[in-house]
Nanobody, 125 residues
Framework: VQLVESGGGSVQPGGSLRLSCVAS???????????MGWFRQAPGKKREGVAI???????MYADSVKDRFTVSKDKTKYTLYLQMDSLKPEDTAVYYC?????????????????WGQGTLVTVSS
């Protein structure tokens, strides 16, 4: 399983970024129907769920990002996206793309899951 994130960077509060997570063709064809999503870890804090999307297109968001972030996927490009708008300093974190194989929720990453290497998002003026 191979997941590669990109799109992180530095942005001012109120700005936008779009993260991408490209899966290998094998990964997407084998696991694409599974739950995929984004988690993040801020300095000194525990990793937390941000957004997930399952094989049927059901989405779930953390309360802290609702109405600001949008998760989507493009099956033709084997890519998962996270559109982040109205960014706040508290959104600063390393964002990880994840393939969740046990529980499809932003509230837990228990179980055997597959993770990307992470991409850093910094929101600062």
């Amino acid at each position: 399983v191979q997941l590669v994130e990109s799109g992180g960077g530095s942005v001012q509060p109120g700005g936008s970024l779009r993260l991408s997570c490209v899966a290998s063709e094998y990964t997407y064809s084998t696991y694409g129907y599974y739950c995929m999503g984004w988690f993040r870890q801020a300095p000194g804090k525990k990793r937390e769920g941000v957004a997930i999307i399952d094989g049927s297109g059901r989405r779930m968001y953390a309360d802290s990002v609702k109405d600001r972030f949008t998760v989507s996927k493009d099956k033709t490009k084997y890519t998962l996206y996270l559109q982040m708008d109205s960014l706040k300093p508290e959104d600063t974190a390393v964002y990880y793309c994840v393939l969740l194989t046990t529980v499809c929720t932003v509230h837990s990453d228990a179980g055997r899951n597959y993770w990307g290497q992470g991409t850093l998002v910094t929101v600062s003026s």
